[in-house]
């Protein structure tokens, strides 16, 4: 079959009038989606520099909270070791040995000087203290009456020596 010419010319109208909203929405489709996926940009931006802040101050106050304990837990061995030389101390001081005694008394008096020493132990440190010695004993030369000092010349130690003139302070 041939193709047969149409009997009369063909009229076209344009319209030109507002246009409808969905064509206009349909245009604005593309941006739309740009400002949505920018706006969910900022969005997680944000979240996720507070989370950054919010552990940070976490893992700074887990810093904190571990050095104190660490600081206690310190304080309180070095409490224990004190404890456990005052009370090597105190057996001694309370031996019938002479020797053994002024070993113990002395070792208390350097415990008592100690930053460990808390106002009982003081407390209890005096009342031993008076108990080993005998209260109404004077020191009149700074040591106990009938209790020989450490390292002078009649308590001489058993390699023959003492310890004057060649003490010397702990540096830091």
Do not use: C, H
Request: proline content about 5%.
């Amino acid at each position: 079959m041939t193709p047969v010419p149409s009997p009369g010319p063909i009229t076209v109208m344009v319209q030109s009038g507002p246009v409808d909203w969905w064509v206009v929405l349909a245009g604005l489709g593309p941006l739309a989606v740009l400002v949505a996926a920018f706006l969910a940009f900022y969005i997680n931006w944000r979240t996720l520099k507070q989370r950054t802040a919010a552990d940070r101050t976490a893992l700074e106050q887990k810093r904190e909270a571990d050095a104190q304990a660490l600081r206690q837990k310190t304080e309180a061995d070095s409490r224990a070791e004190w404890w456990r030389r005052t009370q090597w101390a105190l057996d001694r001081a309370l031996d019938d040995d002479q020797g053994t005694k002024a070993l113990g008394l002395a070792t208390l008096d350097v415990l008592a000087r100690s930053e460990l020493a808390r106002e009982e132990e003081l407390e209890l440190f005096d009342i031993a203290w008076k108990n080993v010695a005998g209260e109404e004993n004077g020191e009149a030369d700074g040591g106990t009456p009938g209790i020989p000092r450490v390292d002078v010349e009649d308590n001489m130690g058993e390699n023959g020596t003492t310890d004057i003139g060649r003490t010397k302070e702990a540096g830091p």
